[in-house]
């Protein structure tokens, strides 16, 4: 479409020139002459106008590691009626052109293909860390091992207003080799570490804008089952489980960062989603139009993304190790000690919007939520 559109303009700037050059050298008055200038000149600026308009900004370019050779030209599908998708905020066009992404490999748990609908690279080949295993112990998180290399996050432009969710900016880094559990972390595994450790988790967790006492991750308030992912915990407790695998399994767990986690969120796509510019409810658990949704649902229910990971929108957001920014232009400190942290993918009573990509959400390190649990990395080294 959009070349059409350049040769469309293009014929009526040769048309307009045409018709300039024939008033110059018609017979007509001078001012008549210079009403049909500025009638003229009107006319393409309109035409520049309309040309900047119809241009997509909704998406920047989110290139694939440089080992995969090509990128994939397939497009996303869009399934059905979309409600409470972008509403204008988000991800939007930026001129990245370095190489860069990651691949999805088998690390336990499945076959690391995903079946996200976003556009990604070619199945990279396993590295000697992608294929180092699945599960370190019966009650440990399948993993999906994704390859180092250069990554581009986040988003360029910021739409105004307070109504939308904060967004990430932009960045270009490199990550290390590192993998990622293929679901969020669910009740079941949270339990198994604190009867393991004793552990005494949070014991109040918000409800709305309520603060329920007593509230646990075996009751948080909401229906759950045991595969359903864990929430009412805090950062601090989601810290303690990953320390607690690194101790059982003598190999090195914790947080996500941000980019850790987006990379292997966007799994090489640059919409918005990984259904593409657009979701709803038949693909994630969030509140949409007519179905506020009231908790979370077993983990793993709906489509993968292109690197094997199940529910990077809605369902539980996910700390992240990162500390709040309150600025959108700021990168987020990773280490150090800050009372607020950072929270990614949404929730299930969020709206399509909090689900996108670079969306970014806060919560104090002690503090506890209905909608709020996380994920783990664990590291080659």
């Known amino acids: 479409m959009m070349n059409w559109l350049l040769v469309?303009?293009?014929?009526?700037?040769?048309?307009?020139?045409?018709?300039?050059?024939?008033?110059?050298?018609?017979?007509?008055?001078?001012?008549?002459k210079q009403s049909m200038v500025y009638a003229l000149f009107g006319l393409f600026g309109l035409i520049g106008v309309v040309f900047l308009l119809v241009e997509d900004k909704s998406a920047f370019i989110y290139g694939q590691w440089e080992t995969t050779g090509k990128k994939s030209g397939k497009k996303s599908k869009q399934h059905g009626e979309v409600t409470d998708g972008d509403d204008g905020q988000g991800v939007a066009e930026a001129e990245?052109?370095?190489?860069?992404?990651?691949?999805?490999?088998d690390d336990g748990g499945g076959n690391g293909s995903g079946k996200g609908n976003g556009k990604s690279s070619d199945p990279q080949k396993?590295?000697?860390?992608?294929?180092?295993?699945?599960?370190?112990?019966?009650?440990?998180?399948?993993?999906?091992?994704?390859?180092?290399?250069k990554t581009v996050v986040g988003t360029l432009f910021?739409?105004?207003?307070?109504?939308?969710?904060?967004?990430?900016?932009?960045?270009?880094?490199?990550?290390?080799?590192?993998?990622i559990s293929r679901y969020e972390i669910t009740v079941a595994?949270?339990?198994?570490?604190?009867?393991?450790?004793?552990?005494?988790?949070?014991?109040?967790?918000?409800?709305?804008q309520q603060m329920l006492?007593?509230?646990?991750?075996?009751?948080?308030?909401?229906?759950q089952a045991?595969?359903?992912?864990?929430v009412c915990i805090s950062w601090h407790d989601a810290s303690a489980y990953s320390n607690w695998l690194t101790e059982t399994t003598g190999r090195?767990?914790?947080?996500?960062?941000?980019?850790?986690w987006e990379h292997a969120a966007r799994a090489g796509s640059f919409e918005l989603y990984q259904t593409g510019k657009q979701i709803h409810g038949a693909q994630a658990q969030f509140r949409t139009v007519g179905d506020p949704r009231r908790s979370t649902v077993a983990v793993g229910g709906f489509s993968a993304n292109n690197f094997g990971l199940h529910d990077v929108h809605g369902n539980a957001a996910e700390f992240v190790k990162n500390c709040w920014n309150e600025s959108e232009n700021a990168v987020a400190a990773s280490v150090g000690e800050c009372s607020l942290r950072m929270i990614k993918g949404g929730a299930w009573y969020n709206t399509g919007p909090h689900l996108q990509f670079p969306a970014r959400a806060q919560i104090g390190i002690l503090d506890a939520d209905q909608g709020v649990g996380f994920r783990v990395v664990r590291y080659k080294e």
């Open 96 to 105: 990245v052109t370095k190489k860069a992404g990651g691949s999805g490999g």
């Open 189 to 208: 595994q949270f339990d198994a570490f604190v009867k393991a450790k004793g552990y005494k988790p949070a014991n109040v967790c918000r409800a709305g």
């Open 158 to 179: 910021h739409a105004a207003g307070a109504a939308g969710p904060k967004l990430g900016p932009l960045q270009e880094t490199s990550l290390k080799a590192f993998a």
């Open 213 to 223: 006492q007593g509230a646990t991750y075996k009751e948080p308030g909401i229906e």
């Open 8 to 32: 469309a303009l293009l014929v009526v700037a040769l048309v307009g020139i045409g018709a300039l050059a024939m008033v110059i050298d018609s017979g007509v008055s001078d001012k008549h």
């Open 252 to 260: 090195r767990y914790a947080l996500p960062s941000e980019i850790e």
């Open 226 to 230: 045991e595969d359903h992912p864990v």
């Open 126 to 149: 396993k590295s000697e860390f992608a294929s180092s295993g699945g599960r370190d112990c019966d009650v440990c998180p399948p993993m999906v091992a994704l390859n180092g290399g």
